[in-house]
């Protein structure tokens, strides 16, 4: 007999269909955001094109570098003594500038500051001033205080020093509004003024930035003084351009390389300047920090067979031990010094609390007060290098309204209003190709520049010493190389340009690289997902904002810098603006100022709504 056993009907659930996650609004704003940017990528793309790089004609023109070279022979230098005097002269006036800026960015800055600013108008009027320090350029302010004070080293002074504040004011300001208000709100309230709550509780925080933000600039500043030789402030830069106007070139790369070499030094100095000040070793990449970084390890290793602090601590442990059993076995401890014979009489300790608060004079507080001496002593010695007329700054306010109505009503005098349109749009292809072509340099030589991009530790290396080299040729000097190859034109400036931009963007990228989140990186690698699949994943997409915000100050820049750019040749407005300040138009300087001026707001307040949007 078989038993047939029937199945249980098993009912149906029924199952209710599962919904879609909801899909992330995009905003307008967010949408003409990417459009922008896709716009100014077709924008680029044609200004290349415009540009009319032809790598074939270059390789067909180095017959001219071939005839260049064999022209200049061997590198030429000046005599020593006058090399030294020359270089001191140009260290001097970069300093004291930079240090001119740095004072007068301080009340700039408090007012830009949304913290610390007494309310909205004086905000936007800071604000304004940063832009128009940075958009004015240096050459043009040189051009103006020649005239006033006539050739010597306070026209160079001044004009780096105004131009700077532009970007040191707008750091600082960013720096303060980055504090901490704990403590400038418990200045506030014991009824602290308000500059008492900016040295107690803004200033202190604040200082170790603003520091790095000055010897930055003061880097930037030595390399911008080339270009102001050219407009008669003394120094080596002036006398390059003698060198090359006079096609005396062996004596004019003589002067390029002490300059290269001047840079690379400043920025080793720099970081150990940092160092020393901040107390705290250099975190960046740069060929300075490494070597700052690399000197203090050595001197730790040479301290490091020293007694251990805690042998000191097990020492000082045991001693003290041995005193309390002295003490628990009734037995007075002898009286080993006049403190301790103090202490077995009864008699009060003489140390006061004022004693126990003053600050020891410890290595390190020596060795930090020695620096600052040093430090105060550079800068007197850049004073009296300068050998500045102080008179002057008294007496020239009477020659200002002579010279102010040459400059006004802007004018672009023989010039046809089209032709200086033209010139200007010459000037934004330039910048436009130059930000394509260096963001596709940079985008390869910073991610292989990268800790957590890099192959090997030898291809991160290699990249980051191709950085510090390109970082260190002034832009100038690659575009009078370049105009030697390919020729007076805008592909000269473009390249130039190029060039040396990969040294800031790629040095920029790779910072930013390496600051992104490790967690992405590690769960696409545990997934079996190779180093270009990481890269393409996770590292790329969190460096996407920063890299957005490094290429528009690369574009702001370069705008700038291919004004400049056009007075060797490289083609733009900048020829114009050269010609005109040598023929002494200066209505049509003002004119092209102002071309200048409205082309770089727009760029800036264009980044400024990029970087809202995208943050």
């Given at each position: 007999?078989?038993?047939?056993?029937?199945?249980?009907?098993?009912?149906?659930?029924?199952?209710?269909?599962?919904?879609?996650?909801?899909?992330?609004?995009?905003?307008?704003?967010?949408?003409?955001?990417?459009?922008?940017?896709?716009?100014?990528?077709?924008?680029?793309?044609?200004?290349?094109?415009?540009?009319?790089?032809?790598?074939?004609?270059?390789?067909?023109?180095w017959?001219?570098?071939?005839?260049?070279?064999g022209?200049?022979?061997?590198?030429?230098?000046?005599?020593?003594?006058?090399?030294?005097?020359?270089?001191?002269?140009?260290?001097?006036?970069?300093i004291?500038?930079?240090?001119?800026?740095?004072?007068?960015?301080?009340?700039?800055?408090?007012?830009?500051?949304?913290?610390?600013?007494?309310?909205?108008?004086?905000?936007?009027?800071?604000?304004?001033?940063?832009?128009?320090?940075?958009?004015?350029?240096?050459?043009?302010?040189?051009?103006?205080?020649?005239?006033?004070?006539?050739?010597?080293?306070?026209?160079g002074?001044?004009?780096?020093?105004?131009?700077?504040?532009?970007?040191?004011?707008?750091?600082?300001?960013?720096?303060?509004?980055?504090?901490?208000?704990?403590?400038?709100?418990?200045?506030?309230?014991?009824?602290?003024?308000?500059?008492?709550?900016?040295?107690?509780?803004?200033?202190?925080?604040?200082?170790?930035?603003?520091?790095?933000?000055?010897?930055?600039?003061n880097d930037?500043?030595?390399?911008?003084?080339?270009?102001?030789?050219?407009?008669?402030?003394?120094g080596?830069?002036?006398?390059?351009?003698?060198?090359?106007?006079?096609?005396?070139?062996?004596?004019?790369?003589?002067?390029?390389v002490?300059?290269?070499?001047?840079?690379?030094?400043?920025?080793?100095?720099?970081?150990?300047?940092?160092?020393?000040?901040?107390?705290?070793?250099?975190?960046?990449?740069?060929?300075?920090?490494?070597?700052?970084r690399?000197?203090?390890?050595?001197?730790?290793?040479?301290t490091?067979?020293?007694?251990?602090?805690?042998?000191?601590?097990?020492?000082?442990?045991?001693?003290?031990?041995?005193?309390?059993?002295?003490?628990?076995?009734?037995?007075?401890?002898?009286?080993?010094?006049?403190?301790?014979?103090?202490?077995a009489s009864?008699?009060?300790?003489?140390?006061?609390?004022?004693?126990?608060?003053?600050?020891?004079?410890?290595?390190?507080?020596?060795?930090?007060?020695?620096?600052?001496?040093?430090?105060?002593?550079?800068?007197?010695?850049?004073?009296?290098?300068?050998?500045?007329?102080?008179?002057?700054?008294?007496?020239?306010?009477?020659?200002?309204?002579?010279?102010?109505?040459?400059?006004?009503?802007?004018?672009?005098?023989?010039?046809?209003?089209?032709?200086?349109?033209?010139?200007?749009?010459?000037?934004?292809?330039?910048?436009?190709?130059?930000?394509?072509?260096?963001?596709?340099?940079s985008?390869?030589?910073?991610?292989?520049?990268?800790?957590?991009?890099?192959?090997?530790?030898?291809?991160?290396?290699?990249m980051?010493?191709l950085?510090?080299?390109?970082?260190?040729?002034?832009?100038?000097?690659?575009?009078?190389?370049?105009?030697?190859?390919?020729?007076?034109?805008?592909?000269?400036?473009?390249?130039?340009?190029?060039?040396?931009?990969?040294?800031?963007?790629?040095?920029l990228?790779?910072?930013?690289?390496?600051?992104?989140?490790?967690?992405?990186?590690?769960?696409?690698?545990?997934?079996?997902?190779?180093?270009?699949?990481?890269?393409?994943?996770?590292?790329?997409?969190?460096?996407t904002?920063?890299?957005?915000?490094?290429?528009?100050?690369?574009?702001?820049?370069?705008?700038?810098?291919?004004?400049?750019?056009?007075?060797?040749g490289?083609?733009?407005?900048?020829?114009?603006?050269?010609?005109?300040?040598?023929?002494?138009?200066?209505?049509?300087?003002?004119?092209?100022?102002?071309?200048?001026?409205?082309?770089?707001?727009?760029?800036?307040?264009?980044?400024?709504?990029?970087?809202?949007v995208?943050?």
């Amino acid at each position: 007999m078989s038993i047939v056993t029937e199945r249980p009907r098993t009912t149906e659930a029924v199952v209710a269909p599962v919904a879609a996650p909801p899909r992330r609004r995009v905003s307008p704003e967010r949408v003409a955001a990417g459009l922008t940017l896709v716009a100014l990528l077709i924008a680029s793309v044609v200004a290349l094109r415009s540009v009319d790089i032809d790598p074939a004609r270059m390789l067909q023109s180095w017959s001219n570098a071939e005839r260049f070279f064999g022209r200049v022979g061997a590198i030429e230098f000046p005599p020593l003594g006058e090399l030294l005097q020359l270089t001191a002269l140009t260290l001097g006036l970069v300093i004291c500038g930079t240090l001119l800026a740095a004072v007068l960015s301080v009340p700039v800055a408090v007012l830009a500051a949304s913290n610390t600013s007494p309310g909205p108008v004086w905000r936007a009027a800071a604000r304004f001033v940063t832009v128009l320090a940075r958009a004015v350029p240096d050459v043009v302010l040189a051009m103006v205080f020649v005239l006033l004070f006539s050739l010597g080293t306070l026209p160079g002074i001044l004009a780096i020093g105004l131009h700077s504040v532009g970007m040191i004011s707008k750091l600082f300001a960013d720096a303060i509004e980055q504090i901490d208000e704990g403590p400038r709100t418990a200045v506030r309230a014991a009824g602290g003024t308000r500059l008492q709550q900016f040295t107690a509780g803004v200033l202190p925080q604040v200082l170790p930035s603003w520091v790095a933000t000055v010897l930055h600039r003061n880097d930037i500043n030595l390399r911008g003084s080339v270009i102001l030789g050219y407009v008669g402030v003394v120094g080596l830069g002036m006398e390059m351009s003698f060198a090359f106007k006079s096609l005396d070139y062996g004596l004019g790369l003589g002067y390029a390389v002490v300059i290269f070499v001047l840079c690379v030094v400043m920025e080793i100095v720099s970081s150990s300047v940092r160092a020393v000040m901040l107390g705290t070793a250099p975190t960046g990449r740069g060929l300075g920090d490494r070597v700052v970084r690399r000197a203090t390890r050595r001197r730790g290793a040479a301290t490091s067979a020293a007694p251990a602090p805690e042998a000191v601590g097990r020492a000082s442990t045991t001693a003290t031990s041995a005193d309390d059993a002295t003490r628990a076995s009734g037995t007075p401890a002898p009286a080993t010094s006049a403190d301790d014979a103090t202490r077995a009489s009864g008699a009060p300790a003489p140390a006061t609390v004022a004693t126990k608060l003053r600050r020891p004079w410890d290595r390190a507080r020596v060795r930090t007060t020695t620096w600052a001496a040093v430090a105060a002593a550079v800068v007197v010695a850049s004073i009296v290098v300068c050998d500045i007329a102080w008179s002057e700054l008294v007496t020239v306010w009477s020659g200002v309204p002579a010279v102010a109505v040459q400059f006004w009503p802007p004018s672009f005098g023989s010039y046809e209003m089209s032709t200086m349109v033209d010139a200007m749009g010459e000037t934004v292809a330039i910048a436009l190709a130059a930000t394509l072509l260096t963001l596709v340099a940079s985008i390869v030589i910073g991610s292989l520049a990268a800790r957590n991009v890099a192959p090997s530790r030898g291809v991160r290396g290699g990249m980051r010493l191709l950085l510090v080299g390109i970082r260190g040729v002034p832009e100038v000097i690659l575009a009078i190389v370049l105009i030697v190859v390919t020729g007076l034109g805008t592909q000269a400036g473009t390249l130039a340009l190029a060039l040396g931009g990969v040294g800031l963007l790629g040095k920029l990228l790779a910072d930013s690289f390496e600051e992104v989140s490790s967690g992405p990186e590690r769960a696409l690698a545990a997934t079996g997902a190779t180093r270009l699949q990481v890269y393409a994943g996770a590292t790329l997409p969190q460096g996407t904002r920063a890299l957005i915000g490094h290429t528009f100050y690369m574009l702001d820049t370069n705008i700038r810098a291919a004004t400049l750019l056009g007075i060797v040749g490289a083609g733009g407005v900048g020829y114009y603006l050269l010609n005109a300040s040598q023929g002494s138009n200066y209505g049509t300087v003002t004119a092209i100022v102002l071309m200048i001026l409205v082309t770089v707001l727009a760029v800036e307040g264009l980044a400024m709504w990029m970087r809202r949007v995208f943050r």
